[in-house]
């Protein structure tokens, strides 16, 4: 049988053949066998390394499992029992962004009336956390379980359908905020189009199907200059990344319904305000700014004209919400099959009252008794848009929506509520 080195150095015509015997040979072999000893050892170093970092990976893996916030019989029974309706043909309702502002709000409402409420939030840290374990305490002591998780997180979502046969899904979770998004734009593509389009691909390979009502935004007007607003107006102009990413949504959405047959209403909220808001909206930080004698930054239109918003009280968006749950239809699939056509909606849910910047700071000033210090400057390039105004006729007529506060009276509820919650007395903190 010929030797490794014979194949190496083959005798044959033409070529030359070693002579074994020869003392350079004898000190080529040895050093030949020792290099191919070498070479031996480091495959063998190499395939110990590469089964290390398997297992390690495998170990990763399996903490990660097992440490996850979620899973378990205990879990899963606090999940069913949140689920559970005790009013006949009541919902049970998947509500995404329930430690947020709206959906909190939602997920009360939803509770009062006897529908059964499952939570989902990431709890973020775009504004303070706090604010929103605060209101998780809220909700679980009103019986609602809130699940803390991503909905990008597609085991989580197969975990919670596959134990819950949910009626209905009210997607409320979101990146929110305009000018954010030129900060961490790719927060907005995680949250607003990926995430929508996992919680979509969940909600179309359930069996049955739940119907799905979402929060788009008034944003997606963008540089329309037709006022009101109206749901048939154009809405390929976005002015910021936030508005296209939520624009992005209402077209996916409309792929799912015609592909999957997923009943799918669309929401367009107008600049939501009240108790338990989100920090980064104008008429919080105004509010914590003046209490603590900062000065604020008001924001003026091309020409001096005071920006203006259609500020919508948030009791009267919880209806709007609770409205379009219950006319929602049936969606038609079923194991991600359609089976024939689904309801496919889109409304603005407004105020119908438009409000300049300059009376919000008055009433503010007015509630909390205090003089705000106020830097009046051009607005910025940032993606806001001079003015907001919505057409909710098609939601009065097909979801019954009657928008009943007005932003004197609802600014007054929201400074009762902060002085409450941050612990102020005749306008100073307690300590």
Known sequence: MPSLEDELFPSTPGKFKIDRNHPMNRQFHRCFASTSTMFLWALFLIALTASYLSFQSFVDSGSRYFSASWGGIQWEKQVRNSAQSPRPNGYSVLVTGAAGFVGSHVSLALKK?????????????????????????????????????????????????????????MHLAAQAGVRYAMENPNSYVHSNIAGLVTLLEACKSANPQPAVVWASSSSVYGLNEKVPFSESDRTDQPASLYAATKKAGEEITHTYNHIYGLSITGLRFFTVYGPW??????????????????????????NRVDLARDFTYIDDIVKGCLGSL???????GSGGKKTGPAPYRIFNLGNTSPVTVPTLVSILERHLKVKAKKNVV??????????????????????????????????????????????????????
Do not use: C
């Not at 929103?132 to 991503?150: E, T």
């Open 113 to 169: 009336r006897g529908d059964g409420v499952v939570g989902l939030d990431n709890f973020n840290s775009y504004y303070d956390p706090s604010l929103k374990k605060a209101r998780k305490s809220l909700l679980s002591n009103h019986g609602i379980f809130l699940v803390d998780g991503d909905i990008n997180d597609v085991r989580l979502l197969d975990k919670l359908f596959d134990v819950v046969v949910f009626t209905h899904v």
């Open 277 to 302: 808001g989100r920090p980064d909206m104008a008429y919080f930080s105004f509010t914590r700014n003046i209490l603590q004698g900062k000065p604020i930054t008001v924001f003026r239109g091309k």
């Open 326 to 332: 219950d006319t929602a239809g049936k969606s038609t």
């Open 378 to 431: 051009e607005m910025p390039g940032n993606g806001d848009v001079p003015f907001t105004h919505a057409n909710i006729s098609s939601a009065r007529r097909e979801l019954g929506y009657k928008p009943t506060t007005d932003l004197q009276t609802g600014l007054k509820k929201f400074v009762r509520w902060y002085l409450s919650y941050y612990g102020y007395n005749h306008g100073k903190p307690v300590n």
